[in-house]
């Protein structure tokens, strides 16, 4: 225990915990979105073609995720204008976007010169490398989708639901869906460091998945994607900490030992229910 509590002596472990609990925050509210509405593939274009701004990054010498910023937002609502105003299909949207994305990031990664750049830190995520000012982006984050839950919880929770309905309500559909996709993009983009391009759809559907098993309400669902995302993200941190392994992947696998936890607690009460009652 004396060796736990020293760990918070060191800055990057500090920057580590602030970014494991503003991360699971951010996800955990969106995610709860994303998984209602199902549109789980769109968050995963939208991560994968950030891949192409990281390329882009090095290639131009600027700050990787500078590209990675630019290519989600582009990617986020050309998904949502193509598929919506043009009428291109949206799961065809979501794989040009995501297979462009890929191919431009090797493109220009290998068109960088000098050394081909270490990737797998963006690619697989590693918390411990977050940054001061990474805190700073994502707190703010967090901040804002916060602040804009609460102005407009009863229209996303229209439009996750029903947007038809929503539209009959007087709700401005297009212009909470285009922030709602912003969110999402500029999300994925300073979550990457956690778990990386490969798994950040992951964080963003999970624990909102193992949320699911407990309750269906909408507010209930963040609220526990929230808490089961950051008991995720820390344990996942320690244990990649002390075993000296991949921290996003250790993460990922952790949410999943959780899921399938909950799944079996929830299978093994049913079935003691329906026994308790045919022996009735």
Known sequence: MESFANLFHYRFFIHAFLAAILASIACGILGTYI?????????????????????????????????????????ALG????????????DSMIAIFWAS?????????????????NLMSYLFGNILTVSLLDI?????????????????????VFIAFDEDFAR?????????????MVFIALTIVLTIRVAGVILIM???????????????SFL?????????AFAGTFAGLLISYYLDIPSGATIIFTLLV???????????????????????
């Open 202 to 216: 992951s964080l963003l559907t999970m624990p909102q998945t193992t949320a699911n098993i407990f309750t269906k």
């Open 136 to 156: 700073y982006f994502l707190a703010l984050l967090t901040f804002l989708l916060i602040l804009f839950f609460i102005l407009f919880y009863h229209p996303v």
């Open 79 to 90: 998904i949502e204008f193509f598929t919506h105003k043009i009428k291109v299909r949206e």
């Open 168 to 180: 009959i309500r007087h709700v401005p559909v297009d212009l909470i869906k285009y922030l709602l």
């Open 101 to 117: 994305g890929m191919a431009l990031g090797i493109i220009f990664v290998y068109l960088t010169p000098g050394y081909a750049p």
């Open 258 to 280: 959780i899921f399938a936890l909950a799944r079996s607690t929830w299978y093994l009460t049913m079935k003691h229910r329906v026994r308790r009652i045919s022996s009735t």
């Open 220 to 228: 209930k669902v963040i609220i526990l994607s929230i808490c089961m």
């Open 35 to 75: 998984v209602t509405k199902r549109m789980v593939f769109i968050s995963g274009g939208i991560t994968h073609t950030s891949f192409g701004g990281i390329g882009l990054g090095y290639f131009l010498g600027v700050n990787p995720m500078l590209g990675a910023a630019f290519f989600s937002l582009v990617s």
